[in-house]
């Protein structure tokens, strides 16, 4: 018996020691020595813990000097050039980030019966009116990143570069829906002569 209750007591000193020593072993990240914002501090001779910016400077990915490539406007104007070459990766990419982010209102091409119209939201204009067809490229840049009617600003989502594609993109799809036969290549306008004889 008394063997039993000197198990006992040992048993609970060692689970005490255990304890103990696991609560001594916790490091509290959690709980670090720092000021919270705006909290009074006796660091620095203003007692501000919050430093003020440096004059002049600009947070990182924040200098935008470039109006053309970061408004989509010269001189207050919409924009009816781009601000850097259009390539084949130019497009490439437009297309993918169209696919993503505009297909599913605007449709693959640009009609505005995509799958979202289809389940009942409200219809955008097609890319294919003669108003869109005609306006500066830089309206389709600004849209992107002000919002228009429905639609959200994508400046959080699309980076100006990929709105710039995508804005080249729509073009693509303007052309590629309105172009004339006389304005295809001599061999392009065969192919589709072919095609159009074999119908």
Not at 166 to 184: C, K, M, P, T, W
């Amino acid at each position: 018996m008394k063997s039993d209750q000197s198990n006992y007591i040992r048993v609970g000193i060692l689970s005490l020691f255990c304890v103990i020593t696991l609560a001594a072993c916790r490091q509290d990240m959690h709980d670090q020595p720092r000021p919270d914002p705006y909290e009074l501090s006796t660091f620095f001779e203003d007692r501000r813990s919050v430093r003020p910016k440096i004059e002049g400077t600009i947070a990182r990915g924040y200098l935008r000097l470039d109006e053309h490539l970061y408004t989509g406007k010269i001189n207050d104007e919409l924009a009816t050039t781009f601000p850097f070459p259009v390539t084949i990766d130019v497009l490439n990419r437009g297309q993918n980030r169209f696919n993503i982010y505009c297909a599913p209102c605007h449709s693959n091409v640009g009609d505005g019966l995509g799958m979202i119209v289809q389940r009942g939201m409200k219809q955008p204009e097609s890319f294919h009116s003669q108003r869109l067809r005609e306006v500066a490229v830089g309206h389709f840049f600004d849209v992107m990143t002000n919002g228009f009617g429905n639609m959200y600003s994508y400046t959080e989502r699309v980076n100006p570069r990929d709105r710039w594609a995508i804005a080249a993109y729509i073009r693509v799809l303007q052309l590629s829906q309105g172009a004339n036969l006389s304005e295809l290549p001599d061999r392009d306008q065969q192919q589709i002569q072919s095609i159009v004889e074999v119908e």
